[in-house]
């Protein structure tokens, strides 16, 4: 069974029109986040929240806005989507603080047109 | 801030041969060392960690030690085959902190 859901698997948007990517880990983490996979940046580090609280953000833009309705869920907003903005999402989950490992989602592929 | 670097961005190697992909790291305290695999359409993998100078980190015929003095954590494999053949990340964080900080990533091209 996978231990970190991520839908939908592709995803296409038009410019302009916002949407809401899905991540739920099935670990007993308490710490989530998110990346973002591009051939321009390998792997960016974008959010990362303990105990559903907001511990960092590295994302310049507010048109990315993470939401946690569940401790074990984390998704993503996006805004006003950009072509710029296509990329691999990944969502990741470890313990929370102790310099733990990591695990990652299978990620969701984001198209901009 | 802190960084992590990986001087290889390409290896070629044919099977058998021996595998060393160098990190470095910069950090502002005593970071935990990750290493990490991706294989195409997957999200990454770890595949293990350090966290004290001198310790060894190992998974799959993989190893990487630690060495504070060095800041490196190069990662090397006795005997590589095409399985292998994938992108690895080196990465840290540290302790308290909840950024993950990665490197570029190196891709790793195993030839029957």
């Known amino acids: 069974d996978p231990k970190i859901i991520q839908k939908p698997k592709y995803l296409v948007a038009v410019t302009g029109s916002e949407k809401i990517l899905i991540c739920e880990q099935y670990l007993g983490h308490n710490a989530m986040y998110w990346y973002r996979q591009s051939a321009k940046k390998p792997l960016e580090f974008m959010f990362s929240?303990?105990?559903?609280?907001?511990?960092d953000n590295q994302t310049a833009s507010s048109r990315f806005q993470p939401q946690s309705s569940k401790k074990n869920h984390l998704d993503l907003q996006i805004t006003a989507l950009k072509p710029d903005d296509s990329a691999t999402y990944f969502c990741?989950?470890?313990?929370?603080?102790?310099?733990?490992?990591?695990?990652f989602g299978p990620g969701t592929r984001l198209t901009v047109l | 801030g802190d960084s992590v670097t990986q001087t290889e961005g390409q290896v070629a190697l044919s099977e058998e041969d021996f595998l060393t992909i160098h990190c470095n790291y910069s950090a502002s305290g005593y970071p935990a060392l990750f290493w990490y695999v991706q294989y195409p359409g997957e999200g990454p993998q770890f595949l293990f960690r350090?966290?004290?100078?001198?310790e060894k980190g190992s998974s799959r015929g993989f190893e990487a030690t630690y060495n504070k003095e060095a800041t490196s954590f190069h990662l090397q494999k006795a005997s590589v085959q095409e399985s292998d053949s994938a992108v690895y990340y080196c990465?840290?964080?540290?302790?308290?902190?909840?950024?993950?900080?990665f490197g570029a990533g190196t891709r790793l091209k195993v030839i029957a």
């Open positions: 350090a966290s004290r100078d001198k």
């Open positions: 929240y303990s105990y559903q609280k907001l511990m």
């Open positions: 990465a840290l964080t540290l302790t308290g902190n909840y950024k993950y900080v």
């Open positions: 990741a989950s470890s313990q929370a603080g102790l310099g733990a490992e990591q695990f």
